[in-house]
C-alpha cells in the first residue's frame, strides 16, 4: 500500500489545453514520487493526446464519470473535436461531470486532494452550468463558504476577496466581514504553506479598493468604510495586518520581503501582478475548503484553457502548452494532502 496521497486529476475542458499538460505531466518522475494519480476523465481522450504528442503515458489509473462521456471522446468526430477548438456545450457538460466526480470521490476518501485542469467558464454556460468557476462549485459542494482563491507563486502569494465578477459590482459585494474573512485566510494559508521567515507571524498586506486608498475620500469613501474596519479587526485578533495600501504599492512590497501575502480587492487586481512576474510557476490554491472538519486540498495551474493553441492548432510533435504549472499544482496537492496536520 502507497503511503502516497492518491490525487483525483481532472482533465478540465476536452478542448482546451487540459488534456495535454495533465499528459506531459503523467511523464515527470516527480509526479509520481509525490502521488498516485487518479485520473477524472476520458481515457481515451489521454491515450489520444499522447499519442498525438508522442508520449508514453506509465500505467494509469482512471476514473470516468460516465461511458457516454468516453463514447464521444472515442469518436473524435466534427462535432466534438472540430478542427478551430473553442467552448461547446458538449465540452462544457464533459468537464462539469469530471470535476464532480473528483469532489464525489474526495468525500468518500478515495482521493486525498483534488487536481484540476483548466475549463472554459463559456462551455459550461453552454451546458447550462449556473456556477461561474472551479472556485464557486467547490464551495458550495463542500459546503464551505469561508473559502477563498489563493495564487502561490515565487514571488507572490495573492488571496482575492472577490472571484468571477464584474468590477462594477466589486463595491456592491465587498462588506467589512468579507474583507475580514479574506485577511485571515490569508493568514491562515500562510500558515499552512510556510512563510520566508520561520517562527514569525505572517505579515498581511491588504489593497485598497480606491487609487491611493481613496485619498481621504476624493476617491470614494469605500477604503475608509470596509478595509480600514477590517485590518483593525484582523489586529485586534493577533493578525498582522497592513492597509489599506494602494495597489500600485502593495505587491512591490510583498516582492520586496514586506509582506507573505496580499490581499487584492477584486481579480484583476491580483491576477495582473501574479502572472506578469511568477507566469507558469504560480498555482492556483481554493483555500479554506473543509469537509466533515478535515481540510480539502485543491490546486490548479493559474492559467486558462488556452484555446489558440490547443488541440488541432497544437500540431507540433511536443505541443505548445506547457505543464509547468500543472506540475507544480500537483507537486503542491500532493504536498498539502500528505500533511498530518488538518488546521
Excluded at 502516497?4 to 511523464?27: C, F, H, N, S, Y
Excluded at 509525490?34 to 489509473?61: D, K, N, W
Excluded at 484583476?268 to 501582478?273: A, K, M, R, S
Amino acid at each position: 500500500m502507497s503511503d502516497r496521497p492518491t490525487l483525483a486529476i481532472t482533465l478540465g475542458d476536452p478542448q482546451g489545453i487540459g488534456p495535454e499538460i495533465v499528459a506531459k505531466a503523467l511523464t515527470d518522475a516527480r509526479v509520481h514520487s509525490a502521488c498516485e494519480p487518479l485520473i477524472v476523465g476520458s481515457p481515451i481522450l489521454l491515450r489520444r493526446t499522447a499519442q498525438r504528442l508522442g508520449i508514453t503515458l506509465p500505467r494509469l489509473i482512471t476514473d470516468a464519470p460516465d461511458g457516454a462521456a468516453d463514447e464521444l471522446a472515442s469518436v473524435g468526430d466534427e462535432a466534438m473535436f472540430p478542427p478551430s477548438p473553442g467552448p461547446t456545450a458538449a465540452a462544457g457538460a464533459m468537464s462539469f461531470a469530471w470535476l464532480e466526480r473528483a469532489i464525489a470521490l474526495t468525500k468518500a476518501g478515495h482521493a486525498q486532494g483534488i487536481v484540476t485542469a483548466p475549463i472554459a467558464k463559456d462551455s459550461w454556460h453552454m451546458a447550462g452550468v449556473r456556477f461561474p468557476g472551479h472556485t464557486e462549485v467547490l464551495a458550495d459542494r463542500f459546503d464551505s463558504p469561508r473559502s477563498a482563491m489563493l495564487f502561490e507563486g515565487p514571488s507572490l502569494r495573492v488571496v482575492l476577496a472577490t472571484v468571477h465578477i464584474a468590477l462594477a459590482r466589486v463595491p456592491q459585494v465587498l462588506t467589512r466581514h468579507r474583507v475580514l474573512e479574506s485577511i485571515r485566510l490569508a493568514h491562515e494559508a500562510c500558515v499552512e504553506l510556510g512563510t520566508s521567515r520561520a517562527g514569525s507571524p505572517p505579515r498581511i498586506g491588504v489593497a485598497a479598493i480606491n487609487p491611493h486608498a481613496g485619498e481621504g475620500g476624493l476617491f470614494g469613501d469605500d477604503d475608509d468604510r470596509l478595509v480600514v474596519p477590517a485590518v483593525a479587526d484582523a489586529r485586534a485578533l493577533g493578525i498582522d495586518a497592513d492597509g489599506p495600501v494602494p495597489g500600485d504599492v502593495v505587491f512591490l512590497r510583498a516582492v520586496n520581503g514586506r509582506y507573505d501575502a496580499v490581499v487584492a480587492m477584486y481579480h484583476d487586481q491580483g491576477l495582473i501582478p501574479v502572472k506578469l512576474l511568477d507566469r507558469a510557476r504560480s498555482i492556483n490554491v481554493t483555500i479554506g475548503l473543509r469537509w466533515h472538519g478535515r481540510r480539502v486540498v485543491r490546486t490548479s495551474p493559474a492559467h486558462g484553457t488556452a484555446f489558440d493553441i490547443a488541440g488541432a492548432r497544437a500540431a507540433t510533435p511536443g505541443g505548445d502548452a506547457n505543464p509547468e504549472s500543472m506540475i507544480e499544482a500537483i507537486l503542491l496537492a500532493a504536498k498539502l494532502a500528505a500533511s498530518a496536520v488538518n488546521p
